[in-house]
């Protein structure tokens, strides 16, 4: 079992930035894929952003690409999404999400293939 705690949400002006903290407790972290997902008002959860175990690979939504970053430090047992240049259209509920993999360089992008979730972090972007 694995717990997620997510941090770092909060109201900001559009074209500021963000950084979200997960902390994951339980089990061994660095054979977790990890992921970021969002869900706005009204919308269902999208796919944001994915990181291997090993942190060697890194996989973006189109929506985000070249603003966010995802990172992992697995001696904190931590994963980390860096945003920046922040719009509307990125205010939403995020998630961090973890799924026990075998090999060091796998990404996951589906929702559904995660196994755990944290409750979810609240970025507002206001214009």
């Known amino acids: 079992q694995v717990q997620l705690v997510e941090s770092g949400g909060g109201l900001v002006q559009a074209g500021g930035s963000l950084r979200l903290s997960c902390a994951a407790s339980g089990r061994t972290f660095s054979n977790y894929a990890m992921g970021w997902f969002r869900q706005a008002p009204g919308k269902e959860r999208e796919f944001v952003a994915a990181v291997s175990w090993s942190g060697g690979r890194q996989y973006y939504a189109d929506a985000v690409k070249g603003r966010f970053t995802i990172s992992r430090d697995n001696a904190k047992n931590t994963v980390y999404l860096q945003m920046n240049s922040l719009n509307s259209e990125d205010t939403a509920v995020y998630y961090c999400?973890?799924?026990?993999?075998?090999?060091?360089?796998?990404?996951?992008?589906?929702?559904?293939?995660?196994?755990?979730w944290g409750e979810g972090t609240q970025v507002t972007v206001s214009s």
């Open positions: 999400a973890a799924k026990g993999v075998i090999y060091a360089n796998v990404v996951i992008t589906v929702s559904d293939e995660y196994d755990y």
